[in-house]
Nanobody, 127 residues
Framework: QVQLVESGGGLVQPGESLRLSCAASGFTLDYSAIGWFRQAPGKEREGLSIISISNDDKFYKDSVKGRFTVSRDGAKNRVYLQMNNLKPEDTGTYYC????????????????????WGHGTQVTVSS
């Protein structure tokens, strides 16, 4: 059974950091692309980052470039999203999603292209 589980969210102050983790089971990340998405209250889900596991290609939304970094750990079958210098506008529920097998990466990522989703982890940035 394919499953994605996010963790690492929390309440932080502006300027602080969090590292989100996306643990995959039921499939091997090597044959996927993983997207990180965010949904803020009252807003549509938006793509933040994509990583192609096979060739390590990475894409980022302009507003998070230089602050967020996506990475993978093949041995643990996990993908991470390191988020630095967090801002109040980064508040939302963060989801990881898998495109299996991966299609050609496009930006912005279309949520409908992703086959599997986690349940999300809440990130709140507030002073």
């Amino acid at each position: 059974q394919v499953q994605l589980v996010e963790s690492g969210g929390g309440l932080v102050q502006p300027g602080e950091s969090l590292r989100l983790s996306c643990a995959a089971s039921g499939f091997t990340l090597d044959y996927s692309a993983i997207g990180w998405f965010r949904q803020a209250p009252g807003k549509e889900r938006e793509g933040l980052s994509i990583i192609s596991i096979s060739n390590d290609d990475k894409f980022y939304k302009d507003s998070v470039k230089g602050r967020f970094t996506v990475s993978r750990d093949g041995a643990k079958n996990r993908v991470y999203l390191q988020m630095n210098n967090l801002k109040p506008e980064d508040t939302g529920t963060y989801y990881c999603a898998a495109d299996v097998p991966p299609r050609a990466l496009t930006w912005p990522p279309a949520p409908d292209d992703y086959d599997y989703w986690g349940h999300g982890t809440q990130v709140t940035v507030s002073s």
